[in-house]
């Protein structure tokens, strides 16, 4: 079997090392899993996108905001901008307009907030909940013994698709998803056609913190996650 990228895996700082700006990085120590070693070809084209110069300014915009995210104090750099004032900031940046809100009906508190403070600053938002369209969840072949609020009662379906193509209907210059669902946000962004973020993403049991479980998963409530799959 090839060599497969594994940068998860690796113990090195090779891709971002501490050196002058001057030097160039090295990588003769790299592990055999490295993709800027193995991927160069893969580099070199991925390279060439940035040479588009929408691509390039708003990859350069992006890089701008990640730097004025951290500041510079005696005892060493920290952060200082949370992300809901980094996503007004890059929009901004942007001079975009019109703002996308996709967001779980779960959340519906959490997005009215949010959609308070894109319009103090001087955002036009257009938002669009996860179950538009009122579709009954057997329209995507759901048995009754599957619907969340039991098989007697309504149901409507998640409806990420629909979610995107009335943002892009509308014309939104971007978007920002909160909450949607795993397997449902994969489905709007595949078909969402303008550049998004993500400001949330839902997990009920951690409080939308879904790392928390990942920090906990040696721990007794967590450990069933790094056990390995029965098989």
Do not use: W
Not at 200 to 208: E, L, S
């Amino acid at each position: 079997m090839s060599e497969r990228p594994q940068c998860a895996r690796c113990s090195g700082i090779f891709c971002y090392p501490n050196i002058a700006a001057d030097q160039t990085p090295g990588f003769d120590e790299a592990p055999s899993s490295c993709p800027t070693v193995l991927k160069t070809d893969v580099i070199e084209k991925a390279l060439g996108r940035y040479d588009a110069e929408e691509v390039r300014e708003f990859a350069r915009l992006a890089s701008v905001q990640e730097f004025e995210c951290y500041e510079h104090t005696p005892t060493g750099i920290r952060t200082r901008i949370p992300r809901m004032e980094e996503t007004v900031q890059f929009a901004r940046k942007n001079e975009y307009k019109k703002l996308g809100l996709a967001f779980c009906s779960g959340l519906a508190n959490e997005a009215r907030l949010v959609t308070d403070i894109l319009e103090r600053n001087g955002f036009d938002v257009v938002s669009v909940c996860c179950k538009v369209g009122a579709i009954p969840k057997e329209r995507i072949g759901i048995r009754p013994e599957e619907k969340i609020s039991g098989p007697d009662l309504y149901e409507s379906m998640c409806n990420p698709i629909t979610q995107a193509e009335i943002l892009n209907q509308e014309g939104v210059d971007f978007v920002i998803l909160v909450g949607l669902c795993v397997g449902h946000d994969s489905l709007f962004i595949k078909y969402c056609q303008a550049p998004m973020t993500v400001l949330a993403v839902k997990d009920r049991v951690t409080g939308h913190n879904p790392l928390a479980a990942v920090y906990l998963s040696r721990s007794p409530y967590y450990r069933r996650l790094g056990r390995r799959a029965q098989t």
